[in-house]
């Protein structure tokens, strides 16, 4: 961890063997849940707590084990609450499939995704839970009500039609803070034109007075 303006030093915030991947901060920048793979298959959600402010810095402390069972869980995401993690699990056997769990926990668990999901990504503008369908590659979302200690999300359905390239670990989208609009790494539509040429221009002012005479 560093300075996003790049000055001062980077801490070290763990010390490990293991295949460990940060996924997102808790609000209040005091956790920071992440993923961590456990030999050649099993992947958990650790939760790293950190103590300090932004004047006095920032120390990490031990990471704890949020979620742990014999499927993988990863792609953590805190809502923006920070009372709920969204995350992908192959729990139920064969597609990953989104799910809610509080945090700190205890309490229940809540399948969010129908038909295969992954890449969870919460709104900060409204209560919609979006994620990737990976049969159809596109993004879709689900409206979320949340009562006490119980979170209940509506039938899932697209939120864009736009078929998303396969970017492998990468997450190929993200949503605008206003909640309205996503930046997604799209597919080629392969009935299009492929526009997979660049053209240099040499000498551009003599170019211009060549098309456009008299011009100054």
Do not use: C
């Amino acid at each position: 961890m560093g300075d996003v303006d790049g000055t001062g030093k980077a801490i070290r915030l763990t010390d490990s063997n293991e295949n460990q991947v940060p996924l997102s901060w808790h609000p209040s920048g005091r956790f920071l849940v992440f993923s961590a793979t456990l030999g050649a298959t099993s992947t958990d959600l650790m939760i790293l707590p950190m103590d300090g402010d932004a004047a006095r810095g920032w120390t990490p402390g031990t990471p704890t084990v949020f979620l742990s069972t014999p499927a993988s869980e990863f792609v953590p995401m805190f809502s923006p609450d920070g009372r709920w993690i969204a995350y992908a699990s192959n729990e139920a056997g064969g597609a990953f499939e989104v799910y809610v769990r509080p945090f700190p926990g205890p309490g229940g668990t809540w399948r969010i995704s129908t038909q295969g999901g992954i890449y969870p990504r919460w709104s900060a503008a409204a209560h919609e839970l979006l994620f990737v369908n990976q049969t159809q590659n596109t993004v879709m979302v689900a409206p979320y009500a949340v009562a006490g200690d119980s979170f209940r999300a509506d039938t899932p359905h697209v939120w864009s039609p736009t078929r998303l390239t396969n970017l492998g670990a990468n997450v190929p989208y993200d949503l605008h803070p206003d909640g309205k609009r996503l930046v997604v790494a799209a597919a080629r539509d392969q009935a299009s034109v492929a526009q997979d040429k660049v053209v240099f221009v040499f000498n551009f002012a003599d170019y211009l007075r060549k098309i456009a005479p008299g011009t100054k």
